[in-house]
């Protein structure tokens, strides 16, 4: 029987089942998008005059190897003192989504897209997201930009924000420019040498300041075409990844330090990224968590430290119980929310931040976007407007929260699909978590978790040892541990369920 698809509340964990989840844009949002995408080009050429122009500025993407919608691109060029100009340029949603408008009432109801497994459900009609607002090569494309001078150490010269319009000269993927940086070989070799250089300093200089270094890992899925997953694949975190993260934090760093000058700090006036302090009692429960791994952090103060986690992280690199105590240090967090009152960013230690970089996908975005416009033209916002953020900002975190859960459960349900497939087959596991009724595993190639029940362990009766977490068998004297690894098999995998049963072998 399929479990019942909830309405999210932001008082409870809800189900959402990805399978069932469908979000078909109105007709008449739908008429508005392709008359918009039919007069986009000539109203591209008609606004070119209004902006600053980059065409002739080297400009590229960076972008997953299936992405279709290409938010962000940058451009770099060397000055004459020998410092450097390097662009941040985002696609112009808000041109062409305008208040008041049906799209814009839409996309504020849906205030993100969803990426599940087998498909995106957008925040805008295809005719936007992949074309007209999509930062596609060989083609002209108005952006909002974020325009910095650095010099050699990454230090910020000056900087201007505003409405721009470029060229990109190529898109790359992630896997292409690791390469051409690798070999030293390539077009734009260079250009892509220098940015990487400079997003290396800048990644120092955040994790000096106390940034934590999460690197959670992702996986690549391939669907055939009944949308059934043949294959599971770990992807590398590569340095390119790092290289366009790097700048997307500046932009979003600066466009919110900028906005918080103009309006002199005050509140319910901007739409912020905020990150809480970590709750005592949820670091206390992490600090338990590694010690029942036999892990102890290292700190120069009682307090846990942001560079003595980084540290601690660190060790973790290559460990097969890495991912599970990476999970539980990311879960010891906050959450990262949107609000008018900026009380920072703990994770990024930033004190302060914005979502500047993807309005095609986060609605978020689209508002900094406008809100930064109207301030750099010194325009007076109305009340009703300001008024109206916080409850925005409240609404797209939920409908945040409601994505992530959407998501976990679209790769859940591939996990249990595909391991359904293949029980015959042997996996490296890692135990991640001990209870008196058996072992939760997590299966190292794909991430999936499954449990193995007391009764499928090897012939023993076993005792469940809490202050140890530990199994232990009465005869055998068998003892099953934290971040132990182990050989398991598919025992049964319940894609409706989404529930998985591993077997030690």
Known sequence: MTKKKEVLTTKE?????????????????????????????????DEIKNRRDFRNITTFTIDPLRARDYDDALSIR?????????????????FYVRPGTLLEREAAIRATSIYLIDRVLPMLPHELSDDLCSLKPETDRLTFSAVFT???????????????????????????????????????????????????KLDKKKIKAGALAFEEDEYAYEIDADGKPISIIKEERLKSHKLVEDFMLLANKQVAEKA??????????????????????????????????GYKLKSESKKLTPQALNSFLKTLAGKPEEDVLNDAA?????????????????????????????????YPDLLVHRLLDLYLRREKIPEETLQSLENLCT???EREQFATIAERDSIKLAQCRYLADRA????DGVIAWIAEFGLFIEELSTGARGLVHVTRLPNDYYIFNEKTMSLVGKRTKQTYRLGEQVKIRVASSDPEARLINFEII
């Open 150 to 200: 650095l010099d050699n150490e990454a230090n910020i010269l000056s900087e201007w924000f505003g409405r721009t319009v470029i060229h990109s000269d190529r898109r790359f993927t992630y896997e292409e420019v690791e390469e051409i940086i690798k070999k030293q070989s390539g077009k734009y070799v260079k250009e892509l040498t220098l940015l990487r250089d400079l997003a290396d």
């Open 260 to 293: 918080s000058k103009i309006i002199k700090n005050r509140d319910h006036a901007f739409v912020y990224r905020v990150h809480d302090a970590p709750d005592p009692e949820k670091l206390l429960d992490f600090l338990r968590f590694i010690k029942l791994f």
């Open 13 to 45: 964990k809800i189900f959402v089942d990805s399978t069932t989840l469908e979000l078909p844009f109105p007709p008449q949002v739908l008429a508005e998008a392709r008359k918009i995408a039919e007069e986009g080009e000539a109203r591209i050429e």
């Open 395 to 397: 609404h797209c975190s």
């Open 424 to 427: 015959d087959q042997t996996y």
């Open 78 to 94: 060397e000055l004459p003192n020998h410092n450097y100009e390097v662009g941040v340029h985002i696609a112009d949603v808000s």
């Open 330 to 362: 990311v879960r010891s967090m906050s959450r990262a929310t949107y609000s008018t009152k900026n009380i920072g960013h703990f994770g990024l230690a930033f004190k302060h931040y914005t979502h500047f970089t993807s309005p095609i996908r986060r």
